[in-house]
């Protein structure tokens, strides 16, 4: 015969199940996704490798950059090629680019002298060279890598000694930032001293910079203010880091992680609670290969450049 102590447990099993499984649920259908298509002209999908991607947030186009590509193209809304920027010495050198309101391109390139901003407008057009300014001793051997543009500021990231510089939008020094300071009270001890590296970058609509270190399994978020948060842990299990590349937030405060080596992107809350992974390594549509750098549109589109000619795919993202 059960006695009630026994009941008692019983039911409080059964319970914690229910709400387990009902959260788990929700959890789950809270955030949606589902593969729309890769970038493609007409003779079908591009086959870029770990290419840069920038939205034009005022006319959902896209620009892909960097990377096995040695021009700058321009995509729609439905994924179609639909410009192609002229080539010159510039535009052939470019390792990142950003888009204004206007229209009107900010190019970051490399020569053989260092590298350089500079302006184009819509139609592939040079404009001007736009030299840095004011930089301070500190930042004196910065050499970018990414740039991002936000509410008339330029975000530029030296991902190989971990600095960022924040410009106003004719390159002249706002504020600075070195990574490694701030990350140190997260690192964990055997990680200490490791070469370390950005890897993923972005700057969300409120101007808190996000970014991703591959060798400390982690993601950070670093407010305008110098407050940082990070997030994430090392493992092959779902939730968990392998090499961490790019990363983006949506206006939910959702987080999107992508993970070069397990080939999906992770999604977390506004409290970096992870919520669930997609894409998995593999060739069909909805796959992933090596994902890395992320770029989210107004219409809640989700771009992913991967590798072995992959290219860019692109998903939807739907909210429950």
Known sequence: MISVRQKFLMVTLIMSFACFFAYSNNVSAEVETSF???????NGPIGYNW???????????????GASTTDVRVFNDHGMEIYRLDADDHLNS???????????????????????????????????NLEFKNFPPDFSDFNADRLVYREGLLYLLDSNSMRIVVT??????????????????????????????????????????????????????LSPDRQIVAFGSPGSAPGRFGIVGGIV????????????????????????????????????????????DLAL??????????????????FQITYK
């Open 36 to 42: 729309l298509f890769s970038l493609s002209n007409f």
């Open 51 to 65: 290419a840069n991607i920038a939205v034009d947030e005022e006319r959902n186009e896209i620009y892909i950059s």
């Open 94 to 128: 470019a390792i990142d680019l950003a888009v204004k309101e206007d229209g009107n391109i900010f190019l970051l390139s490399r020569n053989g002298l260092g590298v350089s901003v500079f302006l184009y407008n819509f139609r592939g057009e040079y404009l001007s």
């Open 168 to 221: 106003d939008a004719h390159c002249s020094f706002r504020n600075g930032y070195d990574l490694r300071p701030l990350t140190e009270p997260f690192v964990r001890e055997k990680q200490k001293g490791s070469d370390a590296g950005v890897g993923g970058f972005s700057v969300d609509h409120e101007g808190n910079i996000l970014f991703t270190i591959p060798p400390y399994f982690l993601a950070f978020k």
């Open 249 to 292: 937030a949506d206006g939910r405060d959702h987080y999107y992680v992508a993970d070069r080596l397990r080939s999906v992107v992770l999604i977390f809350d506004e409290d970096f609670n992870f919520l669930k992974e997609f894409g998995y390594r593999g060739y069909r549509s909805d796959n992933l290969m090596g994902p890395n």
């Open 297 to 314: 549109d107004s219409k809640g589109r989700l771009y992913i450049s991967q590798v072995r000619d992959r290219g860019v795919s692109v």
